[in-house]
């Protein structure tokens, strides 16, 4: 593993041990100190005081690449010319170009590229998807996405403001590192977009990058998707929701905050919950290691991935290519 930030301490690397032919034996860090005491306390048997180093070691079969966008493919790189597999944090990368230039690498050897899309992993979104094929809706009439987040105490001190928001590091703003797994996991259940526009800007002021967008996207079987994103919006007026209307109901579910989802159909009301497991990344890692062993299928790889993060860089601008 390289990088010991805060989504590896409960969320993802303690998995690792958890789970039948699977151990996580080397940590690095560009600040030794942190891998040092991050292996400390996760019992890790190795540490590497040069990042690199993680990849270079032969007991290490496949890197989780834990660090800010910013670096991913650089790593991802070097680890594809060792002939390893590679586990990325999402987004996989700053912008769709270097998606492809990681994908293309490591096609060309024959490796497997794997992201943290890992909602697609949860019953939660197995849920959700099983009701959308089930046909219980009918023919979908559209989607609305809306996510408005309140401003971070960090995002208003511009001397030292969080990597999230700063897009050498991040691709963009809280856009990539939250909207990405909205568009995600309605990519996994709906298909890939056949059409996205989009609008990007900033509103707050409190940093660089874009805090309010909004786009229009079709999917397959022309369903309409209409998303928009706010991230300085007032706390008593923040919200988490996906809308799905059909012929015959809607079914309404949260991306992060994980409510019960809401299937409504006339007159009838029905909610369903279901629980989240300790290390929300573990059913992801699970399968990863059961493809790496020819058991099982990852449904996050390297390929749809990049189509995330080509409909992210189309709605902030960054490229004015259609799909």
């Not at 963009?172 to 939250?178: I, K, P, R, S, W």
């Not at 397959?220 to 991230?231: A, C, H, L, Q, T």
């Not at 629980?275 to 390297?302: D, F, R, W, Y």
Request: glycine share 8%; net charge neutral; aromatic share 8%.
């Amino acid at each position: 593993m390289i990088g010991t930030g805060n989504v590896t301490e409960l969320k993802s690397a303690p998995s690792f041990n958890k789970i039948v032919n699977s151990r996580l034996v080397a940590v690095g860090n560009r600040t030794p100190k942190k891998a040092e005491d991050y292996a400390a306390r996760h019992g890790i048997p190795t540490v590497h005081r040069d990042p690199f180093d993680v990849i270079r070691d032969p007991e290490v079969d496949i890197v989780y690449i834990a660090t800010p966008p910013g670096s991913h493919m650089d790593y991802a790189l070097e680890t594809i010319k060792a002939g390893k597999a590679l586990y990325i944090e999402k987004p996989m990368a700053r912008t769709w170009e270097e998606c492809k230039i990681i994908n293309e690498a490591a096609e060309k050897v024959g490796l497997p590229v794997f992201v943290a899309y890992y909602r697609r992993s949860l019953d939660y979104f197995k849920k959700v998807k099983s009701i959308i094929e089930s046909g219980s809706l009918g023919k979908i009439l559209h989607i609305n996405m809306q996510q408005y987040y309140a401003a971070r105490p960090e995002d208003y001190d511009p001397k030292n403001l969080p990597w999230r928001v700063i897009p050498e590091d991040a691709g963009g703003g809280y856009f990539h590192d939250l909207g990405c797994h909205a568009l995600d996991i309605l990519f996994h259940i709906f298909g890939d977009p056949l059409e996205v526009s989009g609008k990007a800007t900033n509103i707050g002021g409190l940093y660089a990058a874009e805090d309010t967008l909004s786009a229009t996207l079709v999917l397959p079987k022309n369903i309409m998707v209409s998303g928009s994103w706010n991230f300085v919006t007032p706390e008593p007026f923040t919200k988490d929701q996906v809308e799905v209307v059909g012929e015959k109901g809607k079914l309404k579910f949260s991306i992060f905050s994980f409510k019960p989802m809401t299937l409504s159909s006339g007159l009838h009301q029905e909610t369903k919950a279901t629980l989240q497991p300790q290390h929300i990344q573990m059913p992801h890692i699970k399968s990863i290691v059961s493809e790496l062993n020819g058991t099982g299928h990852c449904p996050a790889t390297g390929e749809s991935s990049a189509v995330t993060s080509r409909v992210m860089d189309i709605i902030t601008g960054k490229i004015k290519s259609n799909i």
